[in-house]
């Protein structure tokens, strides 16, 4: 189009608008841009898109919702059927399944809220100065004020000026650090934050019992464990949330992307049973946090189609399914020496090249396929409906970009 207006997403803000793909319809897992190319979409948009692109279970709930209650909010005094059986169903497929659920619109909504959550607790038991949140290197929790200062990525926190004060790094895969940490600061750490397989910090699964380390030192310090599931969760690993996968329960859970395959925008944090008690005493007045789209019918409408989506077509299944194939594609290569390493897990995955990951994912594009350079890594995390034969095109296109390099 013939308009500089739109100032794109991690982009150079000088890029010209007709030097992006204009994308204009989609399907399954096939994109089509305005000259009609078609693109395999291995990458789910960004980390989201389980039931894959025009899903007729999802439109249609959305159109339903859309001639009742298109939108209203949750504020004191209003509530709406979706909004609460929305948050009915994600808590009971979550590892708290009486806990409760705060709904907002993005990942990064998410990631602020519970900040603030696990500092409310904390500030409400007494514990003042109990400030600190732990993140772990090679972590994204998003972009809003929290999400830039408690993620590991430091070339996404650098520019903006101060960020949150009272935050601590330990590393991504070594566990004793953060027992350091707790050693010297543990009376001051309020929370910490972790994606159970980091996503866009490179697809890194949890090193054999790091995260049940993290739970054991948050437990015997009186920390909360913040598991950020906005990648991880709705099926991704192969259960509904990856801390069911890892076998390790955190105390507040964030989600969003895969909850409505982002067919519209939802985020939320799941928090535990025993913080919904101390968050229902009444004593401390009224819970001072709630964003206006909180609750969008919509929006709920569309999780709760979603989800079903997942239910009906046994994605979590698939997840391991495409496990197979992605591990079995990627051992080849490195088998081949065609790349270096490989790590994963049901449906994210990510192959070290030895090159340029933004200079290969190029490449895949231009080949019609969607994937993400990392660093020096490819990162694959398709819709939960690709099919086998559509796993072989990407691996078909990878061994040409890896032999034409
Ligand atoms: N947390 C994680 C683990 C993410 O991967 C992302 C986005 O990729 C976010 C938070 C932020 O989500 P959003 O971009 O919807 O704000």
Not at 200 to 221: E, Q
Not at 347 to 362: F, Q, R, T
Request: hydrophobic share 40%; aromatic share 8%; with cysteine.
């Amino acid at each position: 189009m013939n308009t500089d207006a739109l100032l794109h997403s991690f982009s150079f803000p000088s890029k010209a608008e007709k030097d992006f793909i204009q994308l204009v319809s989609a399907k399954d897992c096939t994109l089509v841009d305005v000259n009609g190319k078609k693109y395999l979409d291995a990458l789910a948009s960004l980390w989201l898109c389980q039931i894959g692109h025009g899903n007729e279970v999802v439109i249609n709930a959305i159109k339903k919702q859309l001639d009742l209650l298109q939108t209203y909010n949750i504020f004191d005094p209003f509530t709406n059927g979706p909004a609460a059986e929305a948050a009915e169903k994600i808590r009971s497929l979550s590892p708290h399944p009486d806990g409760r659920v705060f709904l907002g619109c993005s990942g990064s909504e998410a990631i602020d809220t519970v900040i603030k959550f696990a500092r409310l607790f904390q500030q409400r038991r007494g514990e003042n100065d109990r400030q600190i949140i732990v993140r772990r290197s090679s972590g994204y929790h998003g972009v809003n004020i929290g999400g830039t200062s408690v993620q590991g990525i430091e070339g996404n926190r650098v520019g903006w000026g101060d960020l949150l004060p009272h935050v601590i790094e330990i590393p991504n895969d070594d566990i004793e650090p953060a027992a350091r940490l707790f050693a010297e600061h543990g009376d001051k750490i309020a929370a910490v934050i972790s994606e159970p397989v980091q996503g866009a910090g490179g697809v890194i699964p949890p090193p054999d019992g790091y995260l049940d380390g993290l739970r054991r030192l948050c437990t015997d310090n009186g920390a909360l464990l913040i598991f950020d599931e906005v990648i991880s969760g709705f099926g991704r690993t192969g259960e509904w949330f990856a801390a069911q996968t890892y076998k390790v329960t955190p105390d507040l859970i964030t989600f969003a992307k895969g909850v409505t395959s982002g067919y519209l925008p939802l985020s939320g944090v799941i928090i535990s049973r025993e913080l919904a008690d101390e968050l229902e005493n009444d004593d401390y007045g009224k819970l001072m946090h709630g964003y206006t789209y909180s609750g969008h019918p919509t929006a709920a409408a569309a999780a709760l189609a979603n989800i079903s989506v997942i239910e009906s077509r046994g994605l979590l299944q698939e997840a391991h399914r495409i496990g197979e194939k992605m591990e079995a594609g990627l051992k080849a290569l490195a088998g081949d020496g065609m790349i270096k390493s490989y790590r994963g897990i049901g449906g994210i995955w990510a192959c070290e090249l030895g090159w340029s990951g933004l200079e290969a994912s190029h490449a895949m594009v231009d080949k019609g396929v969607v994937c993400r350079g990392i660093g020096e890594a490819l990162a694959f995390c398709p819709p939960l409906i690709i099919t086998d034969s559509e796993i072989g095109t990407i691996f078909d296109r990878l061994d040409e970009v890896l032999r034409e390099h």
